[in-house]
């Protein structure tokens, strides 16, 4: 597992395409009074493929209309979007979305739900076992393969949408805020789930919104914070992977936090 | 933990029917037969009109006894529901997911939604006599619009609630309609059957009060006609288990055909 | 469908967008729904044919127009136009005159039993739903006399108050009356508890968590309720005058069929359902106003 450096970062950069690309993006949205507010303001970046992004800035800053212009919800006022090489200009599997809120299918069974996506597309139901008894035992839910959601607590939930999302292999998988509200304790098992999954999935890239410092050192290789609707800041995370409490607690997180705590109170 | 939530429930149902019985003794006590009468002679009036009620010989040229008149009822409101249901989801669901349909259609909808059901019955009757469809037409009609007026609601709101993620999937809208938003209106449409049914039976009914050869309506009104109080009232009471019944039944199967649902 | 006592902090736009709404120039496709319901009727006037009778099943448009002069035959004489049965000529001005004193007629009708239907139902549903034991005991009785054909119990009401105004009212009242009884006690059941126990937390009696806190509550279930019963209170009004009374638009109704006269039948429907459609458009926009808080 090699932890990208400034020279590696920019020698992948010339040689694979990236996984997200944004050039000069905006948006602006006009309210009923009539007036226009500048919810993102000309922000460029790039992604490679297999880099974790976490986004961090306060409410309301644009972090959720630049995700949902990548997902390809929203098109933007300028500027370009391009995702493995191709423009965005829908949402489409490509672009795997964890939602914030719950989205998972009632009536379906866990496998169902993680499933399903596949089943849309066609996937041959062996391959699909398959591919459902492979996660399952990632996430740790085995025993509930046919349960109702109805009968998993909030968490559980989680790793099954994060599970469903997966399974369609997405080139780029965005996430909105996906462990709002769950407790501490099942966070750091949460956040265990994922990047295992992640490790499996040979580390596509990561674009996740987040409120929680903690949550992005733990995660992230890159910290974006976003500030006015522009990019305030692009800070690498050089900890060593896996990160336990010592790595996010050590002098040099502490100094990354200092930093990020700084550019939020500028 | 089942039962014991039960027990307070029966014993104050079996409470409530027992004040109910002596509230009505009281007043056919201090009233005449003919406006309040006694619960013994409302048991008799349904038990000897049971099989064949000679009322209806007299008044119509009808025959059969309360229980005869009573299927004719539930039978027609039952297909009346089912009728109406699969109208008014084809019709809501057009509503929710084709935009033409949509934009044509919503505002005589909403229109017809505030149809007193009654207005319509002159129509059936002049249309299609004296046949079933005079008096389950009303049932259907209402059925259908409150089916209609639901799962238009609640398409859009699994709509609100799915669509996004089913876009990231990339399904197409015809799938997402029917994989996504038709299980998701289950739970909904389930509870609006039940309650267009509890409203059929009256609907079916005064249909057949005011113009029906046949079922229970008629025989409310052969007995009220010839002053037979305590034969009209046995006539809604057993109407009224009957219901009960079936939307026990309704309940029960609802529950189960959504038993995912939280 | 749970309300919320406090709405929720707005978000702004460069959170969540909602996504772009379906409904464009609602206005212009709202006018041309009508006009193609009235295509469709002058269609189906001219394709479906009469019945064995001569009588068109589905009366023309023009024919639906000029059977507005049968309402002269409703009005009893007096202010320039005289009663058409014993012989005078029906005129506009009496038709004009038949359609308003009818409509008079059942309006207040409908408006008496509705009005009376709703506070005897709703207080009762509240006094109810203040005691446990209150509840449980009128639970049964009040499901299964929702579960009879309230409207079948015309011939009932007949026998009790023969032909009588009062009869009328009562029946619509009391149809309102349990259905909206039923509605209030379900409503005051389903509310969380949520908000009562965080009332009690302030420090509010239990009398003042019923009025200021369970009651605004459940004010929007009583909304769909109280919308709900509006047609069918109609319905009750239409059928009793249908069976006993000399005037009223369900009378004029009743012996249109009588008559198998769908022309005249079509006008009448129409002009019930333009007044119920009306009372229930002012009664919607009234509650609509009074809930505006909903989430």
Same mark, same amino acid.
């Given at each position: 597992m090699t932890i990208t450096t400034s020279s590696t970062h920019t020698r992948q950069a010339l040689t694979r395409t990236a996984a997200i690309e944004l050039r000069n993006v905006s948006k602006q949205f006009r309210l009923e009074s009539g007036e226009l507010v500048n919810s993102v303001n000309s922000v460029s970046f790039t992604v490679d493929p297999g880099e974790f992004i976490c986004v961090i800035g306060p409410s309301g800053h644009g972090k959720s209309t630049l995700l949902n212009m990548i997902a390809g919800f929203l098109p933007p006022t300028s500027g370009t979007i391009t995702v493995s090489g191709s423009p965005v200009t829908r949402p489409g599997p490509d672009r795997g979305v964890v939602f914030q809120r719950d989205t998972l299918f009632l009536w379906k069974t866990v496998s169902q739900n993680i499933?399903?996506?596949?089943?849309?597309?066609?996937?041959?139901?062996?391959?699909?076992?398959?591919?459902?008894?492979?996660?399952?035992?990632?996430?740790?839910?085995?025993?509930?393969?046919?349960?109702?959601?109805?009968?998993?607590?909030?968490?559980?939930?989680?790793?099954?949408?994060?599970?469903?999302?997966?399974?369609?292999?997405?080139?780029?998988?965005?996430?909105?805020?996906?462990?709002?509200?769950i407790d501490y304790l099942r966070l750091g098992q949460l956040h265990q789930v994922l990047l295992d999954l992640w490790q499996e999935a040979e580390k596509r890239a990561v674009f996740m919104v987040t409120h929680d410092i903690d949550e992005a050192l733990t995660l992230a290789d890159r910290i974006f914070v976003i500030k006015h609707g522009t990019l305030a800041l692009d800070m690498k995370v050089d900890l060593p992977r896996p990160r336990r409490t010592e790595d996010i607690t050590s002098p040099q997180a502490n100094e990354l936090r200092r930093h990020l705590l700084q550019e939020f109170s500028r | 933990m089942r039962i014991r939530a039960f027990g307070p429930a029966v014993a104050g149902g079996i409470v409530g029917v027992l004040a109910i019985a002596a509230v009505w003794t009281m007043l056919s006590a201090t009233n005449t037969a003919a406006r309040f009468p006694s619960i013994p002679s409302i048991f008799d009036a349904i038990v000897d009109n049971f099989q064949s009620a000679p009322i209806l010989s007299y008044s119509t040229?009808?025959?059969?006894?309360?229980?005869s008149n009573t299927l004719w009822t539930a039978q027609n409101v039952l297909i009346g529901v089912a009728t109406g249901l699969v109208i008014g989801f084809a019709t809501g669901l057009a509503l929710a997911r084709i935009e033409w349909f949509h934009r044509l259609g919503r505002l005589p909808i909403a229109i017809l939604g505030t149809v007193p059901v009654l207005a319509l019955l002159p129509f059936l009757t002049l249309w299609f006599g004296n046949s079933a469809l005079s008096t389950n037409g009303l049932v259907i009609f209402f059925t259908a619009i409150t089916v209609a007026s639901t799962v238009q609601s609640s398409a859009a709101a699994a709509e609100v609630k799915y669509a996004d993620y089913a876009a990231t999937l990339g399904l197409s809208t015809n799938r997402t309609t029917g994989s996504i938003?038709?299980?998701?209106?289950?739970?909904?449409?389930?509870?609006?059957?039940?309650?267009?049914?509890?409203?059929?039976?009256?609907?079916?009914?005064?249909?057949?009060?005011?113009?029906?050869?046949?079922?229970?309506?008629?025989?409310?009104?052969?007995?009220?006609?010839?002053?037979?109080?305590?034969?009209?009232?046995?006539?809604?009471?057993?109407?009224?288990?009957?219901?009960?019944?079936?939307?026990?039944?309704?309940?029960?199967?609802?529950?189960?055909?959504?038993?995912?649902?939280? | 469908m749970t309300a919320?006592?406090?709405?929720?902090?707005?978000?702004?736009?460069?959170?969540?967008?909602?996504?772009?709404?379906?409904?464009?120039?609602?206005?212009?496709?709202? %006018?041309?729904?009508?006009?193609?319901?009235?295509?469709?009727?002058?269609?189906?006037?001219?394709?479906?044919?009469?019945?064995?009778? #001569?009588?068109?099943?589905?009366?023309?448009?023009?024919?639906?127009?000029?059977?507005?002069?049968?309402?002269?035959?409703?009005?009893?004489?007096?202010?320039?136009?005289?009663?058409?049965?014993?012989?005078?000529?029906?005129?506009?001005?009496?038709?004009?005159?038949?359609?308003?004193?009818?409509?008079?007629?059942?309006?207040?009708?409908?408006?008496?039993?509705?009005?009376?239907?709703?506070?005897?139902?709703? #207080?009762? #549903?509240?006094?109810?739903s203040w005691s446990p034991i209150a509840r449980?005991?009128?639970?049964?009785?009040?499901?299964?006399?929702?579960?009879?054909?309230?409207? /079948?119990?015309?011939?009932?009401?007949?026998?009790?108050?023969?032909?009588?105004?009062?009869?009328?009212?009562?029946?619509?009242?009391?149809?309102?009356?349990?259905?909206?009884?039923?509605?209030?006690?379900?409503?005051?059941?389903?509310?969380?508890?949520?908000?009562?126990?965080?009332?009690?937390?302030? #420090?509010?009696?239990? /009398?003042?968590?019923?009025?200021?806190?369970?009651?605004?509550?459940?004010?929007?279930?009583?909304?769909?309720?109280?919308?709900?019963?509006?047609?069918? %209170?109609?319905? /009750?009004?239409?059928?009793?005058?249908?069976?006993?009374?000399?005037?009223?638009?369900?009378?004029?109704?009743?012996? %249109?069929?009588?008559?198998?006269?769908?022309?005249?039948?079509?006008?009448?429907?129409?002009?019930?359902?333009?007044?119920?459609?009306?009372?229930?458009?002012?009664?919607? %926009?009234?509650?609509?106003?009074?809930?505006?808080?909903?989430?």
């Open positions: 499933e399903f996506g596949l089943k849309a597309r066609g996937v041959p139901k062996d391959q699909r076992k398959t591919i459902v008894a492979e996660l399952l035992q990632t996430i740790g839910l085995e025993k509930f393969a046919n349960a109702w959601p109805k009968q998993l607590s909030g968490g559980m939930r989680r790793r099954v949408a994060i599970a469903a999302v997966f399974a369609n292999k997405p080139e780029v998988l965005l996430m909105d805020e996906p462990f709002v509200g | 040229f009808g025959t059969g006894g309360v229980w938003i038709l299980p998701a209106l289950l739970p909904s449409t389930i509870g609006v059957v039940r309650a267009a049914t509890a409203f059929g039976w009256g609907f079916q009914c005064i249909a057949e009060v005011m113009g029906g050869s046949q079922g229970a309506g008629r025989l409310i009104r052969s007995f009220s006609d010839a002053t037979q109080t305590a034969g009209a009232i046995g006539v809604l009471i057993v109407i009224g288990i009957v219901a009960v019944l079936c939307d026990a039944l309704i309940g029960l199967a609802g529950r189960w055909i959504v038993r995912w649902n939280e | 919320t006592l406090i709405p929720p902090a707005s978000t702004t736009p460069a959170d969540n967008p909602a996504p772009p709404t379906r409904d464009t120039s609602p206005l212009i496709w709202s %006018a041309a729904s009508l006009v193609l319901v009235l295509i469709v009727w002058h269609l189906a006037s001219v394709l479906i044919g009469e019945d064995q009778s #001569g009588m068109p099943l589905v009366p023309s448009i023009p024919d639906v127009l000029s059977s507005y002069m049968v309402f002269a035959d409703y009005w009893p004489g007096g202010w320039g136009a005289e009663r058409t049965v014993t012989g005078a000529e029906p005129t506009l001005w009496g038709a004009t005159l038949g359609l308003v004193h009818n409509v008079a007629i059942s309006l207040s009708r409908f408006l008496v039993g509705f009005i009376l239907g709703t506070v005897l139902g709703v #207080g009762a #549903g509240l006094l109810v449980r005991i009128m639970s049964f009785p009040a499901h299964f006399l929702r579960m009879m054909p309230l409207l /079948a119990m015309l011939p009932l009401f007949g026998l009790w108050f023969g032909s009588s105004e009062l009869g009328t009212y009562a029946f619509t009242a009391f149809a309102v009356a349990v259905l909206l009884f039923v509605l209030t006690v379900a409503a005051v059941n389903n509310v969380p508890r949520l908000y009562s126990d965080s009332a009690t937390s302030l #420090g509010a009696s239990r /009398a003042r968590i019923y009025l200021s806190v369970i009651i605004p509550s459940i004010t929007p279930n009583l909304k769909v309720g109280i919308l709900l019963a509006v047609p069918f %209170a109609w319905s /009750a009004v239409l059928a009793a005058e249908a069976i006993g009374k000399q005037y009223g638009l369900g009378r004029i109704l009743n012996f %249109a069929l009588l008559y198998a006269a769908t022309d005249i039948v079509a006008v009448t429907a129409l002009v019930v359902v333009i007044i119920a459609g009306g009372t229930h458009l002012l009664l919607a %926009a009234l509650l609509n106003h009074l809930t505006r808080w909903v989430d």
